[in-house]
């Protein structure tokens, strides 16, 4: 029965993260890391995470394919596979508790950095696609957040809006797929038997959750506008943060 209640609660919040990303662009990692690290533990949870921005990514790509820009995939997405090795590492290396209050810091800090900035300075050329692609793959391989890390990439280099949105799929499913790979590799995440839970039907059950998520996306994108979508992502996503914040000081202190 706790299993069951435990993949209910994945599948509702891989729900929600995907229909907010069909919508305004991101929101799967936002969304379920948080969240899946108060219910399944900090490393396990952005497992999930990690594989579900894979599925996503891949899935909504197909939808936008037409308005992907490829030269800025190449120049971000092989990056982040840099930093997903790193990110691997640490987490092998942290306890529960300082996975989870590092998880929160870091959605919390990325967010106010999202929404607080001034308009940044314009930095064009490689360096700053570069710099983006492995801190993100780091901080998505640790946190199973990377795109508030590409929201400033966007800014600094004066991205349009929909080319970004559209770009941001396959770059997101590039990370998640490098996230996923490192920590499987390096024996990152040492708690999968013990949280009872399948990684191959897991997997399944989120390419299926994905694609209603994507579907439902797509009615709600009618109705919704994208920066309503994003604010309700933010808002989620700074909950789920600080209570992952308390449930680490929690882990450390009790």
Do not use: C, H
Not at 21 to 41: D, E, F, H, T, W
Not at 61 to 84: F, T
Request: no cysteine; proline share 4%.
């Amino acid at each position: 029965m706790e299993t069951l209640a435990t993949m209910v609660i994945i599948g509702v919040a891989v729900l929600v993260g995907t229909i907010l990303q069909r919508v305004s662009g991101s929101g799967v990692g936002l969304v379920v890391a948080p969240v899946l690290s108060l219910v399944i533990g900090p490393a396990l949870g952005v497992l999930v995470t990690n594989m579900t921005t894979t599925v996503s990514g891949f899935l909504i790509m197909l939808a936008v394919w037409s308005r992907i820009e490829w030269r800025r995939y190449w120049l971000v997405g092989p990056l982040a596979v840099i930093g997903a090795i790193p990110g691997a590492w640490l987490v092998s290396q942290l306890s529960a508790g300082w996975l989870s209050i590092i998880l929160g810091s870091i959605v919390v800090l990325a967010l106010l950095l999202t929404v607080s900035l001034p308009k940044l300075p314009s930095w064009e050329g490689r360096v700053p696609g570069w710099t983006a692609g492995v801190i993100g793959g780091f901080f998505n391989t640790t946190s199973g957040v990377a795109a508030p890390v590409m929201v400033i990439y966007s800014r600094v280099s004066n991205w349009n809006q929909q080319g970004f949105a559209a770009t941001m799929q396959p770059i997101f499913m590039t990370m998640g797929a490098a996230s996923v790979a490192a920590k499987l590799i390096m024996d990152s995440v040492g708690e999968v038997d013990g949280a009872g839970l399948d990684l191959t039907w897991l997997f399944a059950g989120i390419v299926a959750v994905v694609l209603l998520g994507i579907v439902l996306g797509g009615l709600t994108a009618r109705v919704v506008s994208s920066q309503a979508a994003r604010t309700l992502a933010m808002t989620l996503a700074g909950l789920g943060a600080v209570g992952a914040i308390i449930r680490g000081v929690l882990d450390l202190t009790v």
